[in-house]
Nanobody, 115 residues
Framework: QVQLVESGGGLVQAGGSLRLSCAAS????????MGWYRQPPGKQRELVAS???????NYSDSVKGRFTISTDTAKKTIYLQMISLKPEDTAVYYC?????????WGQGTQVTVSS
């Protein structure tokens, strides 16, 4: 069992920055893949960024060059650093882990970007 708790969301003006954190429970921090997804109002959930056990990182085209995913094994935390935020980035952001085919999701954190 893995429990994920996101934090760091909030209201920010366009062009600003925000860092999301996802703290994972348990004594182990070893996953096949970890990532961030988001769900804008009235839209489907979409991948934002992911990182595999081997270190491969993927970003959605809409966030490339602006968002950075990283992990801290000591703190068992996944981060999403977001800069140059746009109103289109407004969404509920979810942390996700994949361990041996078992998927876990956080409860989500709201990010709102105003002009």
């Amino acid at each position: 069992q893995v429990q994920l708790v996101e934090s760091g969301g909030g209201l920010v003006q366009a062009g600003g920055s925000l860092r999301l954190s996802c703290a994972a429970s348990g004594s182990l921090f070893s996953f096949n893949a970890m990532g961030w997804y988001r769900q804008p109002p009235g839209k489907q959930r979409e991948l934002v960024a992911s990182i595999t056990r081997g270190g491969w990182i993927n970003y959605s085209d809409s966030v490339k060059g602006r968002f950075t995913i990283s992990t801290d094994t000591a703190k068992k935390t996944i981060y999403l650093q977001m800069i140059s935020l746009k109103p289109e980035d407004t969404a509920v952001y979810y942390c996700q882990t994949d361990r041996g085919g078992v998927i876990n999701w956080g409860q989500g954190t709201q990010v709102t970007v105003s002009s």
